[in-house]
């Protein structure tokens, strides 16, 4: 069973360690943006475009590489990534106040589509543990991503 694919992202790629650390750090956003999307079993277009801006505005990344690290990431997630072990990469790789930005980017996935099944609470819920984020903390991140949805839908 294929747990995380990190080491199946980078093999055979020679980079520096900063280059490293920073597609390491993407593609663990990816991952976590796709797993939240998935989480109503309807992975919509809109949530995709979404992910995909996510890294375009807010990351400053080029298509190409949205692209590649996107494509990796919703391989992995298909290969049953699993959530606990996906939060403990990030909370090794990133400080708290990436961390919340992360979640914030995550309730952006979550809101998107207007709706916010049973399962999608339980999971920000479990996320939030897992990344130990206060109930303020959450609550604020999710004001932010619907501030920042209702930003995009202006232009």
């Avoid at 990351?59 to 391989?75: G, M, P, V």
């Avoid at 990030?90 to 708290?96: A, G, L, M, W």
């Avoid at 106040?97 to 980017?105: P, S």
Wanted: aromatic residues 10%; glycine residues 4%; charged residues 30%.
């Amino acid at each position: 069973m294929k747990m995380f694919g990190l080491k199946s992202f980078f093999k055979g790629n020679e980079k520096n360690l900063g280059e490293l650390d920073d597609n390491v750090k993407n593609f663990l956003i990816a991952s976590i943006l796709i797993e939240c999307a998935k989480g109503d079993n309807d992975f919509s277009v809109e949530e995709k475009i979404h992910i995909k801006n996510i890294f375009q505005h807010k990351l400053k990344l080029k298509t190409e590489q949205i692209d590649t690290i996107f494509d990796r990431a919703l391989a992995d997630v298909k290969d049953n990534i699993e959530l606990y072990s996906l939060t403990k990469d990030i909370r090794e790789k990133f400080e708290h106040a990436e961390i919340l930005e992360i979640f914030q980017y995550m309730w952006e996935i979550m809101l998107i589509d207007s709706k916010i099944d049973d399962y999608e609470s339980a999971l920000m819920r479990t996320a939030a543990g897992l990344f130990h984020i206060t109930g303020k903390e959450s609550s604020e991140a999710k004001k932010a991503a619907q501030q920042s949805i209702n930003n995009q839908n202006r232009y």
